[in-house]
């Protein structure tokens, strides 16, 4: 008795990789405002482009080859968005985007928003999460900082007198963004 088999693949060939694949879609803002002149930059195993969006917000774009794909969106004022996906051959993906503006996605904030000293003085930090600029105001003459990146090392003199003392130090951001580290140091010797 004799069997003969067959495998036969014609859902998938080997060639099908190397077929051209194309993302397209519309970019809004968070309102649902087309966004015009958005800057796209796509970037596969073998290929990087640049595209930009029309003034119906739509772009398309088409790439040589399938594999893994980033493709990051910018505008100035807006805040940068990245994806990342991997696509089949002959592929066509719809990717919508929602960029929100700066403001809308700003934060600020101190961590911890106290320090309590002995009142004998010493040092310590605090950090500072934040994607805006921003100054600090000056504290009491008995608190100095420094401010190293994203930590804000400080030290406070002795205390010599018999009252506990409170200070404020301010950190003013962009988009109107505040916060507040504030700074307690125990009771001197009587």
């Keep these: 008795m004799v069997f003969a088999a067959s495998l036969s693949l014609s859902s998938c060939t080997i060639g099908d990789a190397d077929k051209p694949v194309r993302i397209y879609g519309q970019i809004t803002d968070s309102s649902g405002k087309v966004l015009s002149d958005v800057n796209i930059l796509a970037k596969s195993t073998s290929a990087e482009d640049t595209f930009i ?84 105001e000056p504290g009491p003459s008995w608190v100095k900082w420094n401010l190293r990146e994203t930590t804000l090392v400080i030290h406070c003199d002795p205390n010599e007198t018999s009252e506990e003392r409170t200070g404020l130090i301010i950190f003013n951001a962009e988009y109107n963004l505040r916060d507040t580290l504030t700074i307690r140091q125990l009771t001197g010797p009587v």
């Design 53 to 136: 969006t029309s003034g119906d917000g739509k772009y398309e774009m088409v790439l040589p080859e399938a594999g893994k794909v980033r493709v990051s969106f910018s505008k100035n004022g807006y805040t940068d968005q990245e994806k990342f996906f991997v696509l089949l051959g002959g592929e066509k993906k719809k990717l919508d985007i929602i960029l929100n503006t700066l403001r809308e996605d700003a934060y600020f904030n101190i961590d911890p928003a106290e320090k309590t000293f002995e009142n004998t003085g010493g040092s310590t930090v605090t950090y500072i999460n934040t994607n805006v600029a921003f100054q600090i």
